[in-house]
């Protein structure tokens, strides 16, 4: 069999897509499939819908990496029936079409908890790039963890526009930080960089996402909403080889051990155990994490 797998951007981000790429590599080594990388896709709606109809001529089974196969695939799917379609980071099913979704919203309430008893300003910042439903879905939960904590904390968040322009996330947390942020929860791919070079201009401490960017440098990152990328795909490629295609969408989550919240050394013991207290309610259903924000969103120049 083979499966081609799309990325949108930059494969080698040190987030997002490289985490879903391990995933990739561990199933090509395993030798169960030929597997394709298809990647550095454009944004456009256009590019990825004409990566993902050529991919689908060429192989038996395509994967769509990130939310934005969500409103591009299943079109496709339809017009390729005889081909079996998985989106990871998916909400959306068909005939052929399955979803696998990787629930980064519940590190990222985590990350909300941690943020709202760490910060020391009142003020706490969010920046992502894209307007997918799991970025969405990350910020909304993000604001659930700080309200769970404190009503009062006041949140600037925005979506730039871009996962890969470092020039533009750097603007865009140098502004964040201008509003008295101390704290900045980043999902972001490639541009990370860009927002890690503003917290080491002003002094914020940030909280990445997807991979564990407390152990690249705790002394920027105070932690780091971790999600097991990976993980939905190594099961989207599972599903393909074995003919099924799951008509709901498969989660995957702290229940799963598929998601976690990291924590910096200097993060207090305190903090810690309300971080593990909280994901336990999460994972036994006893605690809710919204996932729709309807508060402001900060503009950059404003």
């Not at 339809?78 to 081909?83: E, L, V, Y």
């Not at 760490?118 to 910042?125: A, E, H, P, R, Y």
Request: hydrophobic share 45%; charged share 20%; net charge negative.
């Amino acid at each position: 069999m083979k499966i081609a797998v799309l990325f949108v951007g930059e494969v080698h981000d040190r987030g997002f897509n490289q985490c879903a790429l391990e995933g990739v590599e561990r199933m090509r080594a395993a030798g169960a499939a030929e597997i394709e990388i298809v990647s550095g896709v454009s944004y456009q709606p256009n590019a990825m819908t004409t990566a993902l109809e050529t991919s689908a001529a060429r192989a038996d089974g395509v994967i769509f990496i990130g939310g934005q196969g969500n409103g591009i695939t299943p079109p496709v799917a339809a017009s390729f029936p005889d081909r079996s379609f998985a989106v990871v980071q998916g909400n959306v099913t068909g005939a052929n079409l399955a979803s696998y979704d990787v629930l980064q919203e519940q590190s990222a309430f985590l990350a909300g908890v941690a943020a709202a008893r760490l910060t020391q300003s009142g003020v706490v910042g969010h920046l992502s790039g894209h307007r997918v439903s799991p970025g969405l879905k990350g910020r909304a939960a993000f604001s659930s963890g700080l309200r769970h904590v404190d009503e009062n904390i006041r949140l600037v968040t925005g979506f730039c526009g871009t996962q890969d322009d470092n020039e533009t996330t750097d603007r865009w947390a140098r502004g964040i930080a201008d509003t008295g942020a101390d704290i900045l929860f980043t999902m972001l791919n490639a541009a990370r960089d860009g927002a890690i070079d503003a917290c080491q201009a002003t002094g914020m401490r940030q909280i990445g996402n997807a991979t564990d960017w407390c152990a690249v440098d705790a002394d920027v990152f105070v932690a780091s909403a971790v999600a097991r990328i990976d993980l939905g795909v190594e099961r989207a490629v599972i599903n393909l080889l074995a003919g099924r295609c799951p008509d709901q969408i498969e989660d995957l989550g702290l229940a799963q051990n598929a998601v976690e919240l990291t924590c910096a050394p200097d993060v207090p013991e305190v903090v810690r155990e309300e971080v593990n207290a909280s994901a336990e309610m999460i994972a036994a259903r006893q605690l809710e994490v919204e996932t729709v924000f309807n508060g402001p969103e900060f503009e950059l120049g404003q």
